[in-house]
T-cell receptor, first 111, second 114 residues
Framework: GQQVMQIPQYQHVQEGEDFTTYCNSS?????IQWYKQRPGGHPVFLIQ?????EVKKQKRLTFQFGEAKKNSSLHITATQTTDVGTYFC???????????FGTGTKLQVIP | NAGVTQTPKFQVLKTGQSMTLQCAQD?????MSWYRQDPGMGLRLIHY???????DQGEVPNGYNVSRSTTEDFPLRLLSAAPSQTSVYFC?????????????FGPGTRLTVT
């Protein structure tokens, strides 16, 4: 079945440093979503990427979808303590329920 | 709108007991799903529904049953609880009206089976 791997599993950064998490799928995806989960909370949708090579920005967050539609990345510029949480990618290979979540990257920001 | 609601927030069961986790949404979403979240394993799909009366299995369905008699409600039943079912359970819903696969998650139920 489809597998979606995320690296790194954990990342500690000083406040103000940049952060990147990578998502890799074993199969070609039709789209990919990114979610953020605060400690003790539930996943919250951030964005969806659909097109090959697509890049989207949300303030300090930059999302990319690979040319082959098998990988994606989330980059945060100048991290803040409010960025703390676990970031998940969710790859979709076709149809609503062909969604597979990555294992997540837990971000800790040291003030 | 309350969004997606789940009850209970916490539950402790003994091995062999059964229970139902409740999930409801007030956004008129057709799609609903149940996930379990275990440390280091992300979210794994248990069961899902694409509309009232229609359900199907996800990645890890064993030990769980679902039904969808209304658009709003999607309960998850644990038939005979086992310690391996200790987890955090999230219900999610999504609209079928556009091409977005955005899922709205409930606050979760933390289940411990002893």
């Amino acid at each position: 079945g489809q597998q979606v791997m995320q690296i790194p599993q954990y990342q500690h950064v000083q406040e103000g440093e940049d952060f990147t998490t990578y998502c890799n799928s074993s199969t070609t995806l039709s789209n990919i979503q990114w979610y953020k989960q605060r400690p003790g909370g539930h996943p919250v949708f951030l964005i969806q990427l659909v097109k090959s090579g697509e890049v989207k920005k949300q303030k300090r967050l930059t999302f990319q979808f690979g040319e082959a539609k098998k990988n994606s990345s989330l980059h945060i510029t100048a991290t803040q303590t409010t960025d703390v949480g676990t970031y998940f990618c969710a790859g979709n290979s076709g149809g609503y329920q062909k969604v597979t979540f990555g294992t997540g990257t837990k971000l800790q920001v040291i003030p | 709108n309350a969004g997606v609601t789940q009850t209970p927030k916490f539950q402790v069961l003994k091995t062999g007991q059964s229970m139902t986790l409740q999930c409801a949404q007030d956004m008129n979403h057709e799609y609903m799903s149940w996930y379990r979240q275990d440390p280091g394993m992300g979210l794994r799909l248990i069961h899902y529904s694409v509309g009232a009366g229609i359900t199907d299995q996800g990645e890890v369905p064993n030990g769980y049953n679902v039904s969808r008699s209304t658009t709003e409600d999607f309960p998850l039943r644990l038939l005979s609880a086992a310690p391996s079912q200790t987890s955090v359970y999230f219900c999610a819903s999504s609209s079928s009206l556009d091409s977005s696969y955005e899922q709205y998650f409930g606050p979760g139920t933390r289940l411990t089976v002893t």
